[in-house]
């Protein structure tokens, strides 16, 4: 899939993307597919966080993609894999979704006359236990430029209670801890934000108190892009399938629960989201990859089955850093009709959130 700059918005001057920002073109066949892999070498000042931030990555990502390799001193010519193939989270191909499980927020910017949609994708972090981020459908209410943080006396009374106090109020600069730039969003009375942080190096991560952090550089080139009234949808998919070119691609991550803390994966939903993916084409699954990529949970697409009619099948690769079953490939299924998934209801939190 051809990856593209938003150059519009660099001769306008009305934004200033990163230089690994992930904006692709999406796919006019319509599937769900786009990206790729990349792998580059390490320099000796590097740690794995400082590539990732670079890479416009979280820091579940690059640690999953990465296996064994040292955090905070990969080392001078490590080999690093950069995980950018992804399959797009189900839903509307509209305004924003927050995939929570996967720590990435989609943007989808609406399409002006002769121009291809396009999909920003960039990592979030999102509520940690006790201070979980809503599930459903919300909007864009408002766009704040060097925001004041207020934080609620529950927040206060938990930096209290870890001989960390709060001030009433936190003014706009280096300290503050929303960033330079924030959207607030209508669910819990507007206590919810997308926005910056005075800490990158905890982006992708379940750590905030409910709101959806970004690295500065990545919610600078976002805010300008979004206006007040776009539809944001937040929601829970550890698992995604898709169905292209005769390949049956399982991409998995770990599962989160109404809180935001990992869950082990449950092997019951892999079957029935198989069968809505098929629909009524024959493929040859290999059913022991799907449960390891499952188990796995990279976070990146793995080809579990091929199209029966392809010819004799080769058992797929295994997930990166898990190695191969011996098993031959499973007996070809043939699936039933699509099954949909069910909404989730959003909730309430405390007034104020980071």
């Known amino acids: 899939m051809k990856h593209r700059t938003l150059l519009l918005y660099l001769l306008l001057g009305l934004v200033s993307l990163p230089s690994a920002a992930t904006v692709y073109e999406l796919p006019d066949n319509g599937t769900a597919v786009f990206g790729s892999d990349e792998r580059i070498k390490s320099h000796y000042q590097d740690t794995l966080l400082d590539i990732a931030r670079r890479y416009s ?14 955090m905070w001193l990969p080392g001078e010519g490590t080999d690093i894999l950069l995980p950018g193939r992804r399959i797009l989270p189900p839903g509307p191909r509209q305004g924003i979704v927050v ?9 989808f910017p609406k399409t002006k006359k002769g121009d291809k949609p396009v999909v920003i994708t960039f990592p979030v972090s999102i509520g940690k236990m006790d201070w979980h981020t809503p599930l459903g459908e919300t909007h864009v209410i408002a766009k704040l430029k ?13 930096h209290e209670a870890n001989g960390d106090p709060l001030p009433k109020f936190v003014p706009a600069g280096p300290d ?7 959207m607030r969003l209508a669910v819990g009375d507007g206590t919810y934000l997308i926005h910056g942080t005075n800490n990158p190096m905890a982006v992708g991560m379940a750590i905030t108190h409910g709101c959806i952090r970004m690295y500065p550089e990545d919610v600078a ?27 049956l691609l399982l991409e998995a991550h770990p599962p989160v629960d ?6 082990d994966p449950n ?19 290999h059913w022991d990859l799907a449960r390891q990529t499952l188990q796995a949970a990279t976070g990146m697409p793995t080809v579990v089955g091929l199209q029966a009619d392809l010819g004799e099948p080769a058992a797929p690769a295994a997930a990166p850093g898990a190695s191969s079953p011996a098993v031959p490939a499973a007996p070809t299924a043939n699936a ?6 069910t909404a989730v209801a959003a909730t309430s939190a405390p007034p104020t959130k980071r």
């Not at 990555?57 to 040292?70: K, M, Q, S, T």
């Open 57 to 70: 990555l979280g820091y579940e990502e690059i640690i999953r993609a990465n296996p064994g390799v040292d």
């Open 99 to 107: 995939n929570l499980p996967e720590h990435r927020l989609y943007y």
């Open 146 to 158: 060097h925001p004041i943080w207020y934080p609620p006396e529950s927040v206060r009374k938990e």
């Open 176 to 182: 503050n801890p929303l960033g330079d730039y924030a």
């Open 221 to 247: 080139a976002l805010f300008p892009l979004v206006p007040v009234g776009t539809p944001v949808w937040l929601i829970n998919d550890p698992v995604k399938i898709a169905y292209v070119d005769g390949e």
């Open 258 to 263: 109404s809180e935001g803390q990992t869950l």
């Open 267 to 285: 092997l019951d939903v892999l079957s029935p989201m198989l069968d809505q993916a098929l629909g009524k084409d024959t493929v040859a699954i």
């Open 336 to 341: 039933p009709a699509p099954r949909k998934s």
